[in-house]
């Protein structure tokens, strides 16, 4: 079964850098029919995809955050992390990693558990 | 404003059927891509509910069942149920904007 497990600092100063990883256990990593992901929710709001990374490590990020964002892979530690700089308050909110599904581009099987960032 | 645009909140009765829609653009619905659906319930990550418009991943209950056509998708809930009470999330992919896309969401009330 798969599971994602994801941390990363919590409480941020503006101006500061955003870190997440996420540790993906059971199924396969490296498989080329799964990508990762990452999706946010400011408090009390809806869902936005950040960006995404393949297992050719290729990447796709929300143009609005393309700028501020890189998502990387670690194959040997089965994990991908987040890193979002110049973080402001409006970055707050809760912080989900997920699998995607290449051969259903869109379809995010597996999630974490969510990692809530605060910017104050 | 959100590209996909969702009703903010639907409710009915138990054991009716609501439908949450979702509308998009030439962009995303229109250009092919397609219509999928998460639950999310409070405090809890989504769940993936349906996905390629109208498939339901293992352990989905098939009283939910999704379409597409044209520049909107639906999501349809039959036999409503007091646990269906959640927010409902649509998701395509936008090529004007080249990423994807969530609707605003949905909050479903069962009364």
């Known amino acids: 079964q798969v599971q994602l497990q994801q941390w990363g600092a919590g409480l941020l100063k503006p101006s500061e850098t955003l870190s997440l990883t996420c540790a993906v256990s059971?199924?396969?990593?490296?498989?080329?029919?799964?990508?990762w992901s990452w999706i946010r929710q400011p408090p009390g709001k809806g869902l936005e995809w950040i960006g995404e990374?393949?297992?050719?490590?290729?990447?796709n990020y929300n143009p609005s955050l393309k700028s501020r964002i890189t998502v990387s892979l670690d194959t040997s530690k089965r994990q991908f992390s987040l890193r979002l700089t110049s973080v402001t308050a409006e970055d707050s909110g809760v912080y989900y990693c997920?699998?995607?599904?290449?051969?259903?581009?869109?379809?995010?099987?597996?999630w974490g558990q969510g990692a809530q960032v605060t910017v104050s | 404003h959100s590209v996909l645009t969702q009703p903010p909140s639907v409710s009915g009765a138990p054991g009716q059927r609501v439908t949450i829609s979702c509308t998009g653009r030439?962009?995303?619905?229109?250009?092919?891509?397609?219509a999928h659906w998460y639950q999310q319930f409070p405090g809890t990550a989504p769940k993936l509910l349906i996905y390629?418009?109208?498939n339901r991943p293992s352990g989905v209950p098939d009283r939910f069942s999704g379409s597409k056509s044209g520049t909107s998708a639906s999501l349809v809930i039959t036999g409503l149920q007091a646990e269906d009470e959640a927010d409902y999330y649509c998701?395509?992919?936008?090529?004007?904007?080249?990423?994807?896309?969530f609707g605003g969401g949905t909050k479903l009330t069962v009364l």
């Open positions: 997920a699998r995607g599904l290449a051969t259903n581009l869109g379809a995010f099987d597996n």
């Open positions: 059971g199924g396969s990593f490296t498989d080329s029919d799964f990508y």
């Open positions: 990374i393949n297992h050719n490590e290729d990447t």
């Open positions: 030439n962009s995303n619905f229109g250009t092919g891509y397609e």
């Open positions: 390629g418009n109208t």
């Open positions: 998701l395509s992919y936008d090529g004007s904007l080249s990423g994807w896309v």
